[in-house]
């Protein structure tokens, strides 16, 4: 009764893991991007102030974004400004930065400010200026908007010399280096593929094992019996606890991007090659 009762209480949790890790309800992801600041990318009739020509600067924009399978529910955007070249006296000073809307040659509406204002600014002593604005709202429409079009949007600094813009600089994805390390997920499998085979093995060799006659060490001996056919309940029961295991597993580690069907094999792998050592141990 109470192997009964501890069965269906994990076949339980089993279904209600798988049915976590199928939908998905809601999952953080983390986008970023850049923008090469320069005076030069400045569109007329916008006037950058002499002094301030030499300038640059760099932008790293992260979007923190909610979805709820491929929609996007909430996101916050960070702002991490790192500028230079101003005038070493310290006369610069940043009084507003913002991502635009609009392609390199026009000068498009604010989309998502950064909070900054004439009367809280940033200086720039001796010519430069670092700072970063977080847990700016974004709607989840414009944040859609901005992860599949980027180059549509710029960031744009502003000076109290040069209040309609000093700088700019179109958002673009940071270069990834693209390799040919396998996933979490591939990793699984090539690893249970490799027990399994070292599995199947031992379990082969188990069969050949010689083992005494039952008149004594003095009698002829004999080799294991054949080995039986597979028992399939014992099998299933097996493989339900390994992919309820790996299933709670999964739900706790929360990684952001889940190969069920890899998952589900490399359980199954799991699961044979265990079984595989029960009934091997069952037979000794």
């Given amino acids: 009764m109470k192997k009964s009762l501890a069965s269906i209480m994990l076949m339980l949790m089993a279904m209600v893991s798988t049915f976590m890790l199928l939908t998905k309800t809601a999952r953080a992801e983390i986008v970023v991007f850049t923008a090469a600041l320069s005076p030069a990318n400045e569109v007329a009739p916008v006037v950058v102030n002499p002094g301030e020509t030499g300038s640059s600067g760099t932008a790293i924009i992260t979007f923190d974004v909610t979805r709820s399978g491929s929609t996007i529910t909430a996101a916050t955007a960070r702002f991490d400004v790192s500028l230079g070249g101003f005038p070493s006296n310290g006369s610069s000073v940043i009084i507003l930065t913002h991502i635009h809307q609009g392609a390199s040659n026009v000068n498009g509406p604010v989309r998502v400010d950064s909070g900054l204002s004439p009367s809280s600014p940033v200086g720039t002593p001796q010519g430069a200026a670092q700072f970063t604005r977080s847990g700016l709202v974004v709607s989840p429409a414009l944040a859609q908007q901005i992860l599949d079009g980027p180059g549509g949007f710029y960031f744009n600094v502003h000076t109290a010399l040069s209040p309609s813009g000093v700088m700019r600089g179109q958002l673009a994805r940071p270069v990834e280096v693209t390799g040919t390390a396998p996933t979490l997920s591939e990793w699984g499998m090539i690893l249970m593929s ?19 006659a039952p008149g004594g060490p003095d009698q002829s001996v004999s080799f294991d019996s054949p080995v039986k056919a597979l028992d399939f309940k014992e099998l299933a029961r097996v493989t339900m606890y390994v992919e309820a295991l790996i299933a709670l597993a999964l739900i706790a580690i929360r990684p952001p991007v889940i190969d069920v069907v890899g998952t589900i094999v490399s359980g199954l792998l799991v699961a044979f090659t265990v079984y595989l050592f029960i009934a091997s141990s069952r037979r000794r």
């Fill in 194 to 212: 490799l027990l399994f085979v070292a599995a199947g093995t031992f379990f082969l060799v188990a069969r050949r094992r010689v083992v005494a």
